[in-house]
């Protein structure tokens, strides 16, 4: 029979993907109520580009969050399952991103730190569904 995953140990690539997107999530928290408060002033692209987000763009967002946080929860009680859900957030904020460049002027609200900001998230994104995509092949989880 299979031993239950909290009897399992976890891998400490496990605990650091656990603990930055607890900091990640809280920071974009932050950051998003900073903006909305208008405590962080924005430049004329950013406010038309936040000026132009719907009710489907903010929906989407959310969905998308709550998909990736439902990964993290998956990854760290060592369910296969986390696979898919952080699968499932890549492939919807990649169409996120193409969908806010192509209607939102997206590329034009962003800094050179905000372009490379977002090629590292991806990049990471990506590491971590690789990641647990070899974990689920090697029965780390179950």
Same mark, same amino acid.
């Given at each position: ?11 400490? *690539? ?5 603990? /930055?997107? &607890?900091? @990640? ?8 109520? +900073?903006? =909305?408060?208008?405590?962080?002033p ?10 132009? *987000? ?5 929906? /989407?967002? &959310?969905? @998308? ?6 990964g993290?929860? +998956?990854? =760290? ?8 859900f ?30 490379i ?13 690789i ?12």
């Amino acid at each position: 029979s299979a031993i239950s995953a909290k009897n399992r140990k976890r891998p400490i *690539l496990v605990w650091v993907i656990s603990i /930055f997107y &607890i900091f @990640s999530i809280t920071l974009t928290c932050l950051l998003f109520y +900073l903006i =909305f408060s208008g405590k962080i002033p924005l430049s004329q692209q950013q406010k038309h580009y936040f000026d132009s *987000l719907t009710k489907f763009d903010y929906v /989407f967002t &959310i969905v @998308s969050s709550v998909i990736n946080l439902a990964g993290i929860v +998956l990854l =760290f009680l060592l369910r296969k399952t986390a696979f898919y859900f952080f699968a499932t957030g890549v492939v919807l904020s990649t169409l996120m991103t193409i969908w806010s460049a192509l209607t939102k002027g997206w590329p034009q609200a962003l800094n050179a730190a905000g372009f490379i900001g977002s090629i590292a998230g991806y990049a990471i994104a990506l590491m971590i569904c690789i990641y647990a995509w070899n974990l689920k092949k090697e029965n780390v989880l179950i």
